[in-house]
């Protein structure tokens, strides 16, 4: 599987941004799909799952309230909707997808087998 991530840029605190994933080299849309983001000089972090069927998705609770994950199957996509964006949500997005075995949501990066190549959100203050 392979991920492209786009959607990333420089915003407003306050602001909005949609970043987007698509996958590839599949049949079908990955059962588990995530948001994750990096700072500088910390540890990759858990923002948004969302599973196949898109009910019940999970967020880290920073983000909670501002922030909307979502997928297309049909196009093999998955969306993550920044809203009220504050100057600390500035990093790294990156999208992952778990192995097809697994229907779990985790939290773990260590519970994802593939990754985009990342897109840079920076919020200024």
């Known amino acids: 599987v392979q991920l492209q991530a786009s959607g990333g840029g420089l915003v407003q605190a306050g602001g909005s941004l949609r970043l987007s994933c698509e996958a590839s080299g599949r049949s079908s849309s990955p059962y588990v799909m995530g948001w994750f983001r990096q700072s500088p000089g910390k540890e990759r972090e858990f923002v948004a799952a969302?599973?196949?069927?898109?009910?019940?998705?999970v967020y880290v609770d920073s983000v909670q309230g501002r922030f909307t994950i979502a997928r297309d199957n049909a196009k093999k996509a998955v969306y993550l909707q920044m809203n009220s964006l504050k100057p600390e949500d500035t990093a790294v997005y990156y999208c992952?997808?778990?192995?097809?075995?697994?229907?779990?949501?985790?939290?773990?990066?260590?519970?994802?087998?593939?990754w985009g190549q990342g897109t840079q959100v920076t919020v200024s203050s």
């Open positions: 969302i599973s196949w069927s898109g009910g019940s998705p």
């Open positions: 992952a997808a778990r192995a097809p075995q697994f229907t779990v949501l985790v939290r773990t990066p260590r519970g994802y087998a593939y």
